[in-house]
């Protein structure tokens, strides 16, 4: 984050949880800029309105459990981290939700201000590079595609040299060409050419 202040929404409906939770976060110097809400609702709204940089989601809320909960936020907000934090029985069930989304997993009770600050920044880094991959991806496969689009036969006037779209439309090839692709055309003479209008001027 470089210095910025994080911005961190936990979603936990047990008071003393909370409590704690937020105690923890003083101690680590990370309670800057904290919403809490106690209901999944609540909390993907708490998200939008905080534009937070990290979620700590329990897995058990009055409106949502387990799986559905990761899949809620993870599915509305899919570029946020988001670390789940489980009882001690559901431990497995945390291990589970990294496969759902989930950056990472805490499992109440086993853990302090140095563990809890030390997985949001990695959540954070881990959610970041991810996005990087993905964004680079999506860009790659843009560019194939715009590729694509120029390959195979391109029927061309013999004469006129106009390219024949897909509609049955009769366009300049440069038209086509800039249409199609990133490139862009300047125009000039080529030797011959060059002589031969000089050659007409005269």
Same mark, same amino acid.
């Given at each position: ?80 981290p ?5 009882? !001690?029985?559901?431990? #497995?069930l945390?291990?589970? $939700? &990294?496969?759902?989304?989930?950056? @990472?997993?805490?499992? /109440?009770? *086993? ?7 030390? !997985?949001?920044?990695? #959540?954070?880094?881990?959610k $970041? &590079?991810?996005?990087?991959?993905? @964004?680079?991806?999506? /860009?790659? *496969? ?9 390959t ?13 779209t ?5 366009? *300049?090839?440069?038209?086509y060409?800039?249409?199609h692709?990133e ?20």
């Open positions: 984050m470089n210095g910025e202040k994080i911005h961190i929404v936990l979603i936990e409906d047990e008071p003393v949880s909370a409590k704690i939770t937020l105690r923890m976060l003083k101690e680590a110097g990370l309670d800057s800029a904290v919403t809490v809400r106690d209901t999944l609702e609540a909390g993907l709204k708490g998200i939008e309105e905080a534009g937070a940089h990290v979620v700590l989601l329990d897995l058990s809320l009055p409106d949502s459990q387990g799986t559905a909960t990761v899949n809620a936020v993870c599915g509305r907000f899919p570029k946020l988001v670390v789940v934090m489980t009882g !001690t029985d559901d431990e #497995a945390g291990l589970e $939700e &990294l496969k759902h989304g989930a950056q @990472d997993y805490l499992v /109440k009770g *086993q853990f302090g201000h140095r563990e809890l600050k030390r !997985t949001i920044s990695y #959540a954070i880094e881990r $970041e &590079l991810l996005n990087e991959k993905e @964004d680079l991806i999506l /860009k790659l *496969q843009e560019a194939l595609h715009r590729v694509k689009r120029l195979g036969l391109l029927p061309t006037c013999a004469d006129c040299r106009k390219v024949r897909p509609k049955g439309d009769w366009v *300049q090839m440069e038209s060409i800039s249409e692709s490139a862009l055309f300047t125009h000039g003479f080529c030797d011959n050419c060059y002589e031969k209008r000089l050659k007409e001027i005269h």
